[in-house]
């Protein structure tokens, strides 16, 4: 099972953490968007649906741990596993990860700015969601903490596997496409950096 240790180092190393801490003063308590109201799993396709924006991936139904994937989030930017696929939507609702609070206000925004390239974020093509994403990160808007905070949930979902028990490239699909093997208690037998790495310290270069 997944310590909540576990989670918060993984959210730490790739600043998950520090993220939400810090736009945590932005939240507001406010009633989510309107044009969500009649379809509130439009909330968790767009979450998605940003998700992809930030680090893209294929089309796909389910995610590593088997949840749903809204059909409308993913835009097929490429031909790997994003972020969506790799359980970010699960990490914005982890309650460790505290994303939930600032929810309301990162999506009133993502909305009033999506509206301005012709619709609802999920709706809009890739390119104009790149164009809302760039918009919020933008240094002059005031509420760009928020869109560094959501934007860090995807990166951290990818690159640290942060809800997969078993972090191995066979359980986490971000590993797989960054090539790396995942965790190994007892090391990996076979690997070798093929080269010294040091003569400074040892006789060979390398640890007996």
Same mark, same amino acid.
Request: hydrophobic share 45%.
């Given at each position: 099972?997944?310590?909540?240790?576990?989670?918060?180092?993984?959210?730490?190393?790739?600043?998950?953490?520090?993220?939400?801490?810090?736009?945590?003063?932005?939240?507001?308590?406010?009633?989510?968007?309107?044009?969500?109201?009649?379809?509130?799993?439009?909330?968790?396709?767009?979450?998605?649906?940003?998700?992809?924006?930030?680090?893209?991936?294929?089309?796909?139904?389910?995610?590593?741990?088997?949840?749903?994937i809204h059909p409308q989030a993913i835009a097929g930017?490429?031909?790997?596993? #994003?972020?969506?696929?790799?359980?970010?939507? %699960?990490?914005?609702?982890?309650?460790?990860?505290?994303?939930?609070?600032?929810?309301?206000?990162?999506?009133?925004?993502?909305?009033?700015? %999506?509206?301005?390239q012709g619709g609802d974020f999920l709706s809009l093509?890739?390119?104009?969601?790149?164009?809302?994403?760039?918009?919020?990160?933008?240094?002059?808007?005031?509420?760009? /903490?928020?869109?560094?905070?959501?934007?860090?949930?995807?990166?951290? %979902?990818?690159?640290?596997?942060?809800?997969?028990?078993?972090?191995?490239?066979?359980?986490?699909?971000?590993?797989?496409?960054? =090539? /790396?093997?995942?965790?190994?208690?007892? #090391?990996?037998?076979?690997?070798?950096? =093929?080269?010294?790495?040091?003569?400074?310290?040892?006789?060979?270069?390398?640890?007996?």
């Open positions: 099972m997944l310590t909540r240790r576990d989670l918060l180092g993984r959210a730490a190393q790739t600043g998950l953490a520090a993220a939400v801490s810090s736009a945590l003063p932005l939240a507001r308590l406010a009633e989510p968007p309107a044009a969500y109201a009649a379809d509130p799993s439009q909330l968790d396709g767009t979450l998605q649906a940003f998700a992809d924006t930030i680090v893209p991936g294929r089309k796909a139904t389910k995610t590593d741990l088997g949840n749903a930017m490429d031909k790997l596993p #994003g972020a969506v696929e790799t359980d970010a939507l %699960a990490l914005y609702h982890h309650p460790l990860t505290g994303f939930d609070a600032l929810e309301p206000t990162f999506l009133a925004d993502l909305d009033a700015r %999506a509206l301005q093509s890739f390119d104009k969601r790149v164009a809302v994403c760039l918009a919020g990160l933008d240094f002059a808007n005031p509420e760009r /903490l928020l869109w560094e905070a959501a934007a860090a949930v995807p990166f951290t %979902a990818f690159c640290a596997a942060a809800l997969v028990e078993e972090q191995t490239a066979a359980k986490a699909s971000g590993y797989r496409v960054m =090539g /790396l093997p995942g965790k190994a208690p007892n #090391g990996y037998k076979n690997f070798s950096y =093929g080269k010294p790495l040091s003569r400074e310290r040892t006789k060979k270069g390398y640890l007996p």
